[in-house]
C-alpha cells in the first residue's frame, strides 16, 4: 500500500511538519513494495519474512529518534504516524521501556509464539552464549538485541 493510500485511509491532513519525515517514508514504503515482491525460492519459510521485519523496524525507529532523541517532530505528528500505522506503536511502547532500548521486534519478547514459554534467542545477553556459536532469530532473523 503507498503512502498516498494510507493518507487517504486515515481521512485526515497530515500536521504540520509532514514535508520533513515524508521523503524519508516514502524510502521506506519503497522498500517495502521491494521486499514483499522479492523472488523467495531457496529460503527457508520463516526467512521470506526477515526483511519485511528489518524495514517496519527501521520505520519505527525513525519514527520513534525523530520524536523522543532528535525531538524534530511535533507530538501531533507523531501521534498522527502511530494512528496511520507508519510506526508500530506496541515496538515503541516496549522501546521506552529499561532493557528493550534495542528490541527487534515485539514478536522476540511475545512467549506465546515459543515452543517453551519463553523469550527468543536474540534477547539473551552475548556474553551468555558461546562465541562461536551463530545466533539468529526465527522470528525476523536478528542476531541478537539484548545488547
Given amino acids: 500500500m503507498s503512502l498516498a493510500t494510507k493518507l487517504r485511509r486515515v481521512r485526515k491532513s497530515p500536521p504540520e511538519g509532514w514535508d520533513l519525515i515524508e521523503p524519508t517514508?516514502?524510502?521506506f514504503e519503497a522498500k517495502?513494495?521491494?521486499a514483499e515482491t522479492e523472488p523467495?525460492?531457496?529460503k527457508r519459510k520463516t526467512e521470506i519474512n526477515w526483511p519485511i521485519?528489518?524495514?517496519h523496524?527501521?520505520?519505527s525507529r525513525y519514527v520513534y529518534d525523530m520524536y523522543y532523541k532528535k525531538a524534530e517532530i511535533s507530538r501531533e505528528l507523531y501521534e498522527f504516524c502511530l494512528t496511520a500505522k507508519f510506526a508500530d506503536a506496541a515496538l515503541i511502547a516496549k522501546w521506552k521501556k529499561q532493557g528493550y532500548e534495542n528490541l527487534c521486534c515485539v514478536k522476540c519478547v511475545n512467549t506465546r509464539d515459543s515452543n517453551f514459554g519463553t523469550a527468543c534467542i536474540c534477547r539473551?545477553?552475548?556474553s551468555k552464549l558461546d562465541a562461536e556459536r551463530v545466533i539468529e532469530c526465527v522470528h525476523c532473523g536478528c542476531h541478537g538485541c539484548s545488547g
Fill in 25 to 27: 517514508l516514502e524510502q
Fill in 53 to 55: 521485519f528489518r524495514i
Fill in 40 to 42: 523467495h525460492e531457496g
Fill in 32 to 34: 517495502m513494495r521491494e
Fill in 57 to 59: 523496524h527501521q520505520r
Fill in 124 to 126: 539473551v545477553p552475548k
